[in-house]
């Protein structure tokens, strides 16, 4: 057999790309395409008191002008995508984005008209014809400052700015702080960012009066959940709306996001005007209207005994929700879940308030959360295990989760709205790989010393973290061997990058004994494959992965089916490799995929009662639990002493997702998320005014990190395989992002030596003039 599965093989996809030759949506042109431009609102809190469309509409080239009014019954507030959580006690008031502002801007940038015109050109401009009157409000942006009495109120009729309260708890905290040698208490902040991909939103929508059907092309991550709630919003049958998500240049997850107004309103235009429609989101239109992530400020403490045990932990936290909360609470909670990391935690006692600001919406971002409850523990960790005079490493082997304790009961809720179950984890030999693979004990014997001898700042920073993978509910797969020998493989879950048409190719290909170029396979065309859920949570390998795995084993067994009633012996007998079946031990004697399809599918003759024709298979997998990959991420920091900028040196990152489908893929995967850890750590930050006004809209402003920013990075892999899929694979898309910021801390505390004048790096992101303050006491 042709065994691909496992090995580093390059992307099936790149060549295309890199040639310039795949479909982005805006590569989609039709004839008589019209162009959308949007009314934002320049204040983030301001009642709307009138629109006046007439002068756009009356510039040539101009087709139509739309404000909230004339969107009649289809004006409505997008659905709730995630319910929130079954917590026993939790508030939760929903409060969903409108398609365009009816009453008041809760934001800047949301949208407030629509302008239809020959070429974007004509539509921007039409913008400028708009008279809007605004009365202008208070801007709530200050987490605390939302909750206190008198704050003004983004949505009035809730009579408070709380979105929700979860409290989730277990042990007794009280009694294991009262119990402990040390407890350590701090504050921790983590701010806003913006997710960068390389290319913006956009959604071209087609209506064919012919066939009555609307075709949307979109950069959704979530191609099936979008034609069901469009067909619902426009009031069409789902068999009524293709939706197609081809190539993406990044998703990480705000492109999730279900519904952004645009995604409803150039639909409904293209159904209303009769014309295709395409709406392509600029890079200022992006800062401010795809969702952002991060801002939360955790009060946290943890309660250790003399020996560095964890007793407990407990954390009050605030998330700031933006201004609206379609996305229910998977934030936070993944925050309040990832926090107990790789540690027995006996007793822990967490409450968030996600809060409701006048800034823009939030939504998973790569980590969705999770790098919060990574930084605050290990934190609270690095500061406990000076306090106590252990090893900052030390401390954490002696509170690893071991071996034999999995499946290992979290009991909190998680965001997949089951009790949280590591299903498995072997964490003391991942430290052990990173530490040295990093040189940890040569680096605090000589180097460091050495280097600072010499007046080098140089730092180490070692931390450890879990990723929760692989939830369901489920996606599916069709394989189906065609009658040219090739294999087609079709999911409902789209691609960003992630190289699934080459992972999901390893997958049957290990089944169908194909070479993988020979496996074309489709994903994110809901006339492709009809049900499936999304791109997110590093769940494509996971849930998409088995459901690829199961179908082709189906698939298999009806070449067998198929090859031994040609052959006319037992299946046992058969051998299938280079795409052809022959009987054991006579290989020059073989039937290829391709014919063996053809006998499947007869022209003459019947089909076997109980046979289907052709060689397919529809299969679909629902994993029992999550898969909760880990790792350990080691850096060599060095800090100039003038400039404070910091230079990383080396950089290892030791990770396990148990059975790996192709590890240059993965490589990939975690060379991307480190550098977009490393840019939430210590470039991206938003900064906003009193107003509600961003400070720093642009590529120019926002600081992304660039190639000599981002170390090479070297990786080392341990395999604990899940038991909860049949690849005993768990998910690393976003393993790389993780834990940057609570390493940087680290790497930095140790570089400037800041310990010594108890000074500690409690927040992220950091900069240059940031990291001066704070080493200044400030
Ligand atoms: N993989 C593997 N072996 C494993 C696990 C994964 O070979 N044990 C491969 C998979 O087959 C897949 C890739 O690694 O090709 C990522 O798989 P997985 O971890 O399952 O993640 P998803 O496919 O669900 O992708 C989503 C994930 C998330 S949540 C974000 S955010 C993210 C990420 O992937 N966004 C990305 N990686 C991204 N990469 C690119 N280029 N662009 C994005 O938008």
Redesign the pocket.
Known sequence: MTHSFGKPLTRNEDPRLLRGEALFVDDVELPGLLHVAFLRSPHAHARLLSVDLGAARARPGVIAAYAAEDLGDYWKPGPLLVPPPPVPGMVFHQCCQVPLVKDKARHVGEPVAMVVAESRYIAEDALGDIAVEWEVLDAVGDLEAALQPGAALVHEHLGVNVAAKVHQHRGDYAAAAKAAALVVRRRFTYDRGASI?METRGVVAQWDPRADRLTVWDTT?APVVIRNGLAAMLGLSERQVRVVAPN?G????P?MMMFYPEEVLVPWAAMRLGRPVKWIEDRLEHFFATTHERSQIHDAEIALDASGRILGVKDVFLHDNGAYDPYGLTLPLNSQCTLLGCYVVPAYDSVFTAVFTNRTLVT?????GRQHGVFVMERLLDIAARQLGIDRNEIRRRNFIPPDAFPYDQGVIYQDFSRLSYDSGNYAPILAKALDAIGYDRFIAETQPRARAEGRALGIGVVCYVEG??IGPYEGAKVQVQGSGKVSLATG?G??????A???A?VVAEQLGVDIRDIEVTTGDTDQFYWGVG???????????SAAHEAAKVVRQKILKTAARHFECAEEDLVIADGKVHVVGVPDHSITLGALAGLANPMRGAVTPGTEPGLEATSYFGPAGGAT?SGAHAMIVEVDPLTLRPTILDYVVVHD???????L??A??IQ??VAQGIGNAFFEQLHWDEQGQLMNASLADYLLPTALDVPRIRMDHTVTPSPLNP?G???????G?IPVGALFAQALEDALDLPSKEIEILEMPLSPSRLWEISNGG
């Open positions: 991909p991550q993406i990044g998703g990480f997850g492109k998973p971002y790569r980590g969705a993978t692989g879950i691609s960003q990058g992630q190289g699934h080459t992972a999901f390893q791109t997110f949570a590093s769940r494509g390998a996971v849930v998409a992965g990959a997702c148990g059975t790996v489908i192709n590890p893929i993965l990939g995967q991307g998320g690849l694979v768990k998910g690393a898309g976003e393993a992002a």
